[in-house]
């Protein structure tokens, strides 16, 4: 990033934002999302992390109401942007105070505090602040009630710099990733401090990202924004932008709107899916590594996706069933964060290495589209570790596809396939009406975003995967296992036939129509679906 003209130095000063208010200006106002709760969070105050020049920094720390988990709070590092005078203290202001009682009241901790950014050429004091305000909070994680090993950094406006750490070192302990109108670079001179920068020195794994970006920012931010995120997907990274076309610099603060409301809102779930979620990788065994994730205690889930989205296509019933039940979701091979596919494998086998590295002795198997289909097969395979199945507009092998099956989907990659663009595909399919109904909007933009954020579940090999020795249709009167299928009425009618056939072999199964609803109820209808899914899981009637 080229030195910032003084008309445009809110690239690293935050002038009605989380940073920096103008010399005679009031302090920037509260958030503008609320949630139930934030009267009854725990706050700490004025605590003390390190001295510099002389002077005391010190942090404020918003926890849950409650008492703390075993092994503590996951926690939030919100950094201010700037610069600021040295006697300023964003972390009082009422912003900072908003955003960490919402964070704790939403279950993660949150952290506003004091570091050195007098002026655009001190990033380094100031990094040098963040790593030992994050040393003292792992540290001292214990007495604090925090989990040491899940850190969230959030860097509003001219605090972006301050992620470089995130992306040049990629901490284990730093889960994911927030930025809030940020410059994602740095004046020259000092690369050590641009995310960009440190991004393309790659390659290696970096934590999961969400960006903010207001359409009607200044220019120099969404230049860095925009050249983020176009190397973070050509890298293949998890990076989730939330682009509010109308939103202004410091639309969080200032601008009361839905659509303000929502990107923070959504911010807020990413960072309690990335932060209060157990996560890993799996050997498959031939050099592969498979991610997963799990949350919550009792009865043991898995949750297997489609063939076009991944494992984050369940986040409409990742709080709603993990309060019930230990849930299990994964990316399989070519999709999310998984590894690619290099040479012929099962996914029967990953699913097994999977179960077995988690040490699930029997699970019950929710799985959606061609995850209907792993899961049926995984039911003939391993009958004894399957305690009920729910299939979610399944397929089933053995059973072919109409004429009119395989022209949609010839249309829909036909852009990817005659000229590589990936993003006409992922318009094809965010437009498809069988995959979500007429109406059913806001998930048409969810899956849009998912595979925008994750082109590659489109682009990898699929002719790898080992098919099965025989056929499950066939097979299908040897599984004895209480079976659920859901399907949405609008559902292309393939799907509807498939169903019948699976209901029609399995003894005892149901079928459950959703209606509004097409090819993913899990998007479209999440209540509907959790409630259908909960009673059948718990042996009642859906």
């Not at 070519?334 to 097994?352: F, I, M, Q, T, W």
């Not at 003939?380 to 072919?400: D, M, Q, T, W």
């Not at 059913?440 to 579940?457: G, I």
Request: glycine share 10%.
């Amino acid at each position: 990033m080229s030195h910032l003209p003084t008309a445009a130095a809110c690239a690293f000063l935050l002038v009605v934002s989380a940073g920096c208010a103008p010399p005679g200006d009031d302090p920037p106002g509260r958030v503008v999302y609320r949630v139930a709760g934030t009267d009854k969070v725990g706050v700490k105050k004025d605590l003390v992390y390190k001295k510099a020049g002389g002077s005391e920094l010190r942090f404020d720390l918003y926890l849950p109401a409650g008492d703390a988990p075993e092994g503590g709070h996951p926690v939030v590092v919100l950094i201010h942007g700037g610069p600021v005078p040295p006697e300023v203290r964003p972390r009082v202001w009422p912003a900072f105070e908003s955003y960490g009682r919402l964070l704790a009241a939403s279950g993660v901790a949150a952290v506003a505090f004091d570091y050195r950014f007098p002026s655009e050429k001190s990033l380094a004091d100031g990094a040098a602040d963040v790593a030992d305000l994050i040393a003292h909070l792992r540290g001292r994680a214990k007495d604090l009630g925090l989990a040491g090993g899940r850190i969230g950094l959030w860097a509003f406006s001219g605090g972006g710099p301050q992620l470089s750490l995130a992306i040049r070192e990629a901490p284990a302990y730093v889960r994911c990733v927030v930025s809030f109108y940020a410059p994602l670079d740095a004046p020259p001179g000092q690369p050590r401090y641009s995310p960009l920068v440190q991004l393309r020195a790659g390659p290696k794994a970096i934590p999961p990202v969400f960006i903010a970006r207001a359409g009607k920012d200044f220019p120099e931010i969404n230049r860095s924004v925009d050249a983020f995120v176009a190397e973070a997907r050509k890298q293949k990274h998890p990076v989730e932008v939330a682009d509010y076309p109308d939103g202004v610099h410091g639309f969080d603060l200032v601008t009361d709107t839905d659509e303000s409301r929502a990107v923070v809102a959504g911010a807020v779930a990413f960072v309690r899916r990335h932060l209060l979620t157990e996560s890993g990788l799996v050997e498959s065994g031939d050099g592969a590594r498979l991610y997963y994730e799990v949350r919550g205690a009792g009865p043991a889930v898995v949750l297997i996706h489609d063939g076009l989205l991944h494992g984050e296509c369940w986040d409409g019933q990742w709080d709603a069933l993990s309060k019930e039940y230990k849930l299990v979701r994964y990316d399989r091979r070519g999709y999310g964060r998984s590894s690619a596919p290099a040479k012929p494998y099962s996914d029967v086998e990953d699913l097994d290495r999977l179960v077995r590295h988690l040490g699930l002795t029997r699970a019950s198997l929710v799985g959606s589209s061609a995850g209907g289909n792993l899961a049926i097969q995984y039911a003939l395979a391993h009958p004894a570790a399957v305690e009920r199945l729910v299939l979610v507009g399944p397929v089933v092998s053995g059973l072919g596809f109409s004429d009119h099956f395989r022209a949609r989907n010839r249309a829909a990659f036909r852009p990817l396939a005659e000229r590589g663009d990936v993003k006409a595909a992922i318009a094809n399919w965010a437009a498809d009406p069988y995959l979500t109904a007429p109406g059913s909007d806001a998930a048409r933009k969810r899956l849009r975003e998912l595979l925008e954020a994750n082109p590659h579940n489109l682009t990898h090999r699929d002719d790898l995967q080992t098919p099965p020795r025989q056929p499950a249709l066939g097979r299908l009167g040897e599984i004895k296992t209480p079976t659920l299928v859901l399907v949405g009425e609008a559902d292309i009618p393939d799907v509807h036939a498939h169903c019948g056939a699976i209901q029609a072999g399995v003894a005892g199964s149901k079928r459950v129509v959703v209606g509004k609803a097409g090819h993913l109820p899990y998007l479209e209808r999440p209540d509907e679906f959790n409630r259908l899914v909960s009673e059948f899981l718990g042996g009642r009637k859906p």
